[in-house]
């Protein structure tokens, strides 16, 4: 017997995953009220002064954060 699923894409991709906060996320991307903006850590580079990944921003030089509304 063989159950072979053949065509059946695995949902689950390795590697990086789109929904996570980062450390200097106020909210997760798409929230509304929320914008990206350059990571005040490290201007938007992705790195810090030494070189090293900055961990705010994971390396992206962006993060997520909540806009002016009030
Ligand atoms: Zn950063």
Redesign the pocket.
Known sequence: MSTSTSGGNATGTPGTSPEHLKP?DEAMAGTPGTGEDL??????????KDGAE????????R?TQGIGGG
């Open positions: 200097g990571c005040p850590d490290c201007s938007g580079s992705g790195k810090k900055c961990p705010t921003c994971e390396g992206t030089g993060i």
